[in-house]
């Protein structure tokens, strides 16, 4: 079974308006940690958003927001006032467990801002 | 703001030829990671190393990988004897410990095998 699902291969939104990524996980750890990542098309990767599976609060980070809903597993990722910068594709990603580090990850959403 | 760093950027190479991928992790980090990523489709784990030890590997991780700290801020992947479908993106990360701590990646090295 898929640990991350993106369902949304590809996503157009107009400049200045909020796009939200979705993105479900499976996992039977109780502890684990949510990443959100941007690769540009210049290919580098980028750290947008973490959360905790005991983060009440969901996080937070500039025009970057994730919406947490631990009971359903899906932690989407909210862009608000898209900027043309922001074309690119974007990953989930999750850790499992407390001593185990890897990520894995999803498939992926490209994001087209258009002006 | 610290960064991990890779190097080279982008190597072409004949297929079963060696090649070494070097990367400095953040200073401060004990965790190191190698992923790849070929071209469209998933960033895939390969190998993570904590202590001077491997901690994990995937099935992708055989044996003609390898991976070394042979300093105290350098981190490699050496592949032995390319093959074809070796040719990917290949990226280094590195973690401080603790749970909750992100993975920061580097720009990634760009292995074309020919």
């Known amino acids: 079974a898929q640990k991350i699902t993106q369902t949304q291969p590809g996503m157009f939104v107009q400049e200045k308006e909020a796009v939200t990524l979705d993105c479900t996980y499976d996992?039977?750890?109780?502890?684990?940690?949510l990443f959100w990542y941007k690769q540009p098309s210049s290919g580098e990767m980028i750290f947008l958003i973490y959360?905790?599976?005991?983060?009440?609060q969901n996080a937070t980070e500039g025009r970057y927001s994730l919406n947490f809903q631990k009971a359903r597993k899906s932690a989407n990722l909210v862009i608000s006032a898209s900027q043309l910068g922001d074309s690119a594709m974007y990953f989930c990603?999750?850790?499992?467990?407390?001593?185990?580090?890897?990520?894995?990850f999803g498939a992926g959403t490209t994001v087209t801002v258009r002006a | 703001e610290p960064e991990v760093t890779q190097t080279p950027s982008h190597q072409v190479t004949q297929m079963g030829q060696e090649v070494i991928l070097r990367c400095v992790p953040i200073?401060?980090?004990?965790?190191f990671y190698w992923y790849r990523q070929i071209l469209g489709q998933k960033v895939e784990f390969l190998v993570s190393?904590?202590?001077?030890?491997?901690?994990?590997k995937s099935e992708i991780f055989d044996d003609q990988f390898s991976v070394e700290r042979p300093d105290g801020s350098n981190f490699t992947l050496k592949i032995r004897s390319t093959k074809l479908e070796d040719s990917a993106m290949y990226f280094c990360?590195?973690?401080?410990?603790?749970?909750?701590?992100?993975?920061?990646f580097g720009e990634g090295s760009w292995l074309t095998v020919v």
């Open positions: 200073s401060n980090h004990l965790y």
């Open positions: 990360a590195s973690s401080d410990q603790g749970a909750g701590n992100t993975i920061y």
């Open positions: 990603a999750m850790r499992e467990g407390f001593n185990d580090y890897k990520l894995s």
């Open positions: 959360q905790g599976s005991y983060d009440e």
């Open positions: 996992t039977s750890d109780q502890s684990y940690g």
């Open positions: 190393f904590y202590n001077n030890e491997i901690s994990e």
